[in-house]
């Protein structure tokens, strides 16, 4: 009869680990929300959503294309840090205003949602129960040996954190694209 290979717990423990890390494929990503809008409710749903501060994509009724950050939004336009693309709407020192009838669609950057913390939180729980079931049959008196099982419960822990903020990622939603009309 053959001998069959039984590989370790932790070996078991760590491929499953690799497999979770691997689930959350880009094609299960959620799609960027585009929300068609005007200026006022724009305002409203920036200001809801607590986009304020944020990177953004300004697309202009010509077609030109901003990147800068959020100040405020105002009646009359946006207020954003000035860059080199928006140096002719120069307004206050730090500030370039782009009026509301030059702008076509606002996209901002970045993610929202809670699923980096969840995921991170509960893949540290996980790694660290993981770690701590696996070492819970070694005998631990000698010095070397309780070393070693200490930096393998900490390895699984933050594997399992690292595992566990990325899975999250990929449950969050993208910022949303405002196309203003």
């Known amino acids: 009869m053959k001998p069959t ?58 077609g030109a294309v901003v990147k800068t950050d959020l100040i405020r939004i105002e009646a ?35 993610r929202s949602g809670h699923g980096r913390l969840i995921g991170a939180l509960g893949g540290l729980g996980a790694g660290a129960g993981i ?13 070397v040996v309780g070393i070693i099982v200490g930096i393998a419960i900490f390895g699984a822990a933050l594997g399992g954190l690292i595992g566990g903020y990325y899975i999250g990622r990929a449950l969050d939603q993208p910022a949303p694209e405002f196309i203003i009309q």
């Open 131 to 143: 770690a701590a079931g696996v070492s819970s049959g070694v005998d631990t008196s000698e010095g």
């Open 76 to 110: 009359t336009g946006l207020i954003v840090k000035p860059v080199k693309a928006t140096r002719q709407w120069a307004a206050a020192a730090g500030e370039s205003k782009i009026s509301r009838e030059q702008i076509k669609t606002v996209r901002f950057h970045g």
């Open 5 to 62: 290979l039984r590989l370790p717990l932790w070996h078991e423990a760590l491929a499953l680990l690799c497999a979770a890390l691997l689930l959350p494929s880009p094609a299960a990503a959620a799609q960027r929300e585009l929300i068609r809008t005007t200026w006022d409710s724009f305002q409203q749903q920036v200001a809801e959503r607590k986009l304020r501060g944020s990177n953004l994509r300004i697309t202009l009724a010509d």
